[in-house]
């Protein structure tokens, strides 16, 4: 696995696959683990191969203390750009890094305006970003009309979430931010979530750290989960009453939470399932992409990717597994080494 040091700033970046061109996202902190970054590229290269994407995953990461973080970023953006307008990388904000710092790279990346196209409140990307998780519940539960959902980790993405699952006829009854959390048995209003999230952000629901753990406490049949890689545990994933659990940020659970959900008879939808749905808007699958066309594209592939899967003898998740690297298989003349999953 390819390793990018850059020389202006303590920053790297991760391509999982030599030679390909690659795309991920980008965070920022005192410090950025390789070892993490490495485990967000393998995931987006699964998702890349889930909608038969001929790219590899990348992760990038700036070491930076909050009172130099511009300053690195800056120089992190202007030393990267010759290779992203190369067509080499696409990078895409993350934790610790704001959209607008990376507008130089956003400029020059060459994914399809389509995506910045606003569909139902959002940027066509984000829309997709909440949806594909949305799709994914609905295709294993075999619908969402009187279902009850809860959102993990509930940012940018969170309103499409709400949204989508709503218009399925669901009920949000929980949701948890990086601040805090919030719940109600008979629903929370899509239309209330959205506008708090706009004017206060995490802070929608209050400033209480603990309290945002109660989510994974919360009786429902499906749990949207992402705050952070290795969100879900085998500790916390023996407390969940879900049955279903849906990612919508890469590898929120560890191999051994996988494992007990398993024996509890929850269904682990695998990550790079729902959170590929973005990228079909990035590079369109169509010739003259519209935001309906893009959509119904991203609708046929994550319950595509589901059907095939989901009674796999070995499980859904190897079985999804199995059938990305069939598709890597018809590319690359080895596979990546380890599925991806939170360390």
């Known amino acids: 696995m390819p390793i990018h040091q850059l020389t202006s700033t303590d920053a790297f970046v991760v391509f999982d696959l030599d030679g390909a061109r690659a795309a991920g996202a980008v965070r920022s902190a005192p410090k950025i683990l390789v070892s993490g970054a490495k485990d967000l590229a393998r995931s987006r290269t699964y998702a890349f191969a889930t909608v038969e994407m001929r790219r590899g995953g990348a992760s990038a990461g700036i070491n930076a203390a909050p009172d130099d973080r511009a300053r690195a970023i800056a120089a992190f953006v202007e030393e990267l750009t010759p290779m992203v307008a190369e067509g080499t990388l696409v990078l895409e ?61 509930f940012a940018a993405a969170g309103p499409a979430i709400a949204d989508a699952a709503v218009d399925r006829g669901a009920r949000v009854v929980a949701v948890a931010t990086g601040a805090g959390s919030v719940s109600d048995p008979q629903g929370l209003d899509p239309v209330e979530l959205r506008a708090g999230w706009a004017r206060a952000g995490d802070a929608l629901v209050g400033e209480d750290a603990e309290a945002r753990e109660k989510i994974f406490g919360t009786d429902a049949d499906v749990l949207f989960a992402g705050s952070k890689m290795g969100a879900i545990d085998h500790t916390t994933a023996e407390g969940l009453s879900v049955r279903v659990v849906v990612p919508h940020d890469p590898i929120p659970y560890t191999a051994r939470a996988l494992a007990v959900m398993g024996r509890a008879g929850i269904t682990a939808v695998p990550d790079f399932v729902p959170t590929a749905a973005p ?49 890597l298989a018809t590319w690359r003349a080895s596979l990546p080494f380890g599925r991806p999953l939170a360390s």
């Open 279 to 327: 990228l079909l808007a990035w590079w369109p699958p169509m010739a003259d992409p519209t935001p309906d066309a893009v959509v119904a594209a991203v609708t046929d592939a994550v319950v595509a990717a589901l059907d095939e899967t989901l009674g796999h003898d070995e499980g859904g998740f190897l079985g999804a597994c199995y059938r990305a690297e069939a598709f």
């Open 93 to 153: 904000p993350a934790k610790g890094v704001e959209a607008p710092a990376l507008a130089a790279l956003a400029a020059a990346d060459g994914r399809h305006p389509v995506a910045a196209t606003e569909h139902r409140g959002d940027p066509l990307a984000t829309h997709l970003a909440g949806l594909g998780p949305v799709l994914a519940a609905d295709e294993v539960l075999g619908g969402l009309e009187g279902r009850t959902v809860a959102i993990e980790g």
